[in-house]
């Protein structure tokens, strides 16, 4: 997910390009069945990672229009995007984790729910190789362990279990707040659409 913040600009500019197509790429790939944990893992990685770049990207693409291509020459906003990127995929990988284990639990009673905070902290520890900030690594384990506490395992996946994600995607995306205003409805139904194919994708993947 991440990028290093020392790069040269021009460096700076191939790596978001990089990061902008990639997981749109994985998306298409054909995707295994979901038979264990790990490939639970590695579900929510892709698609908490997917979900992240689509809804980002696509609003500010959506915002900027023309001007779209040149917030690539900007390295204070690339910056912001970066903040706003981590920020937004750490809390989509919380729902995506919290999602998947409570509808696991209501289907079959035997799932056991601290996998939600294994397979977490899994994937925000792997990030760490790819630059994922300390405070935000440290901000999203206690958000983590908040949600953690009070979730009720039985009716989470029914009870608008993205709601937090497409929250975090108005609150961080790197745009000025009387735009955002205007467009709260839209960025927020952006996000919960992405999410809906991602739930029926998870349904007809699932085999254990």
Known sequence: ????????????????????????LKYF????????????????????????????YGYLKTRMGAKYVLMFEDE?????INKAKWNIYAVSLQDLSFY?????????NLHDTSKAREIYYEILNNEKAN???????????MEFENRNKNIDWEVYYKS???NSSALALYEWSPIAEELKT???KIVLNSM??????????FKELINF
Do not use: C, H
């Open 100 to 108: 998947s284990i409570s509808y696991l639990k209501d289907i079959s």
């Open 182 to 184: 205007l467009d709260r």
């Open 1 to 24: 997910m991440g990028i290093k913040y020392k790069l040269r600009l021009k460096d700076l500019k191939l790596e978001y390009l990089k990061e902008y197509f990639l997981p749109i």
């Open 29 to 56: 790939k054909p995707t295994k069945k979901i038979s264990n944990y790990q490939d639970l893992k590695e579900f929510i990685q892709k698609k908490a990672a997917w979900v992240t770049q689509e809804t980002l």
């Open 76 to 80: 204070i906003f690339l910056s912001s």
């Open 160 to 162: 608008l279990p993205f």
């Open 192 to 201: 919960i659409l992405k999410w809906d194919n991602i739930q029926k994708e």
């Open 131 to 141: 630059s994922l900030p300390d405070d935000i690594f440290k901000k999203a384990s």
